[in-house]
């Protein structure tokens, strides 16, 4: 601005001229302003879509670890008891020649039907049928004989499953 007032352009020009002069630079000043506020704006958004990652100290670090290690030993001392039918733990493979699950199988084919409720296959297309526990018995074992918790699949899509995943298909 001070370069302004002692410039040549400013000391020959006309008083319009001078009040174009100062509009221009105010509408400039302006102009700059609103588009800090907009990339603060679109800096703002991009953050809480991306947050930015905070770096954390070590000993907010070994904290974080700690209240980690504290919180798998509660949740393993909350995991119930082995649960056994006909003296066999439902946990492990021997369980599935239980007659218990045997029954419980059938009963599902019936309710259910032998059609993969993932991919529709049936045994007329040459598809071997399995029962799957949709919650795991390894991680829910007071499910192991409950009829709710169970659904028929084909057995590529009940092994590609596998026990992580507790998606119903039904």
Partial sequence: MDDLYTSEAWKNATP???QDFISKIRAD???TKEKIAEEAKRKKRMEKIHPVPVKKS???KRKERLLDRQI???DQSKRA???TIAGIDVTTTDFLSTYEWRKLRMQALKKYGPKCMCCG????DGAVMN???IKPRKTFPSLALDINNL???CHDCNHGKGNWDQTDWR
Wanted: hydrophobic fraction near 30%; proline fraction near 8%.
């Fill in 16 to 18: 319009k001229q001078r």
């Fill in 29 to 31: 000043a302006r102009i």
């Fill in 58 to 60: 070590r000993n907010q």
């Fill in 72 to 74: 798998r030993r509660a």
């Fill in 81 to 83: 008891k082995p649960i």
């Fill in 121 to 124: 296959a049936t045994p007329k």
């Fill in 131 to 133: 029962v799957d526990h």
């Fill in 151 to 153: 659904q028929i699949l």
